[in-house]
């Protein structure tokens, strides 16, 4: 199977992985971190400045691929700190219109750098 790729100059990477990458209709982002991609660093701040970050960044990575947050269909959210649950929340629910993407959230000992969160998303041609 050949695949197609994305790659956003707004968003970051850290590791040998494309953005995003397609097959069958769908649209797999990679996971986001709250790297600012101008320094290329973590945004300092709590864990909603972090996630509006997450969503610069994957936003990027969908414009990248002709979609937008009404594409999304599915959203894997990871969180150091579980007591984040309500500011994330509130940042996430800004993304996007009802009804929602389905979602998963859950609980990890770390992320890369640091981050206090990471977003992966999923979306439908």
Known sequence: MSRKTYNANGAAAVGPY????????????????????????LLDGDVGAQTEQCFRNLFAVLSEAGLGADDVVSCAVYLTDMNDFAAMNAVYERQFAAPFPARTTIGVAALPLGARIEIGLIAAR
């Open 18 to 41: 494309s953005h995003a990458a397609e097959a069958n209709g769908f649209v797999h982002l990679s996971g986001q971190t709250p790297l600012d991609p101008a320094t290329g660093k």
